[in-house]
């Protein structure tokens, strides 16, 4: 007999099979595993990038704050209210709606209440962006300032990837 048995031939064409799935399955296995670390270190990256710009931002209104305080009268002397500033190329205007609240807060520039809050975007100038601060300062009885701003990556409230940075001031 020069063949061999039926048997046989069909376990060895079994055995291939099973390798070859075996094999594919292994390696379908390892390029799921290489997709999902290449997805998290995108996001991952990109975190990082949207933590920077709503860092950016704070830094942006306590500078601003920090401008118009220290001018010859302080735009947020507690005697002048309705006061006009002008950050990132914005026009402020007490009375007018912070973008990037829910809430519908407005500016308020100076006056009676010792606390001045303002907003505004970051998407103006030479390098535009997304990012918005919104930034409070309180005029003290013993004549300290405290500011404190907070940052965002986007002035959108709904966006599930938004990222708040805050920077307090005390001088």
């Known amino acids: 007999n020069v063949y061999p048995p ?4 069909l376990r060895q064409a079994g055995v291939t099979l099973f390798m070859a799935v075996t094999i594919m399955a292994v390696l379908l296995f390892v390029s799921f595993v290489v997709i999902n670390i290449a997805v998290k270190s995108t996001l991952f990256a990109s975190s990082g990038k949207d933590s920077q710009y709503a860092f950016y931002a704070v830094d942006a209104g306590i500078e601003c704050a920090m401008y118009w305080d220290r001018q010859s009268v ?3 002397d507690i005697t002048i209210p309705g006061n006009t500033i002008s950050c990132a190329g914005m026009t402020i205007n ?5 973008q990037g609240t829910t809430t519908g807060i407005v500016n308020i520039i100076g006056g009676n209440s010792g ?3 303002f907003g505004f975007n ?3 100038g030479a390098n535009p962006s997304n990012a918005c601060a ?3 300062v309180t005029k003290n009885g013993d004549g300290t300032t405290y500011i404190k701003s907070r940052g965002y990556n986007t002035c959108d409230t ?3 990837r938004r990222v708040e940075r805050g920077v307090e001031v005390l001088y």
């Open 74 to 76: 302080s735009k947020f």
């Open 122 to 124: 970051l998407n103006s």
């Open 6 to 9: 039926m048997s046989d031939v």
């Open 115 to 117: 606390s001045s809050v």
């Open 158 to 160: 709904s966006n599930g």
């Open 94 to 98: 007490t009375g007018t709606q912070i």
């Open 134 to 136: 919104i930034v409070n």
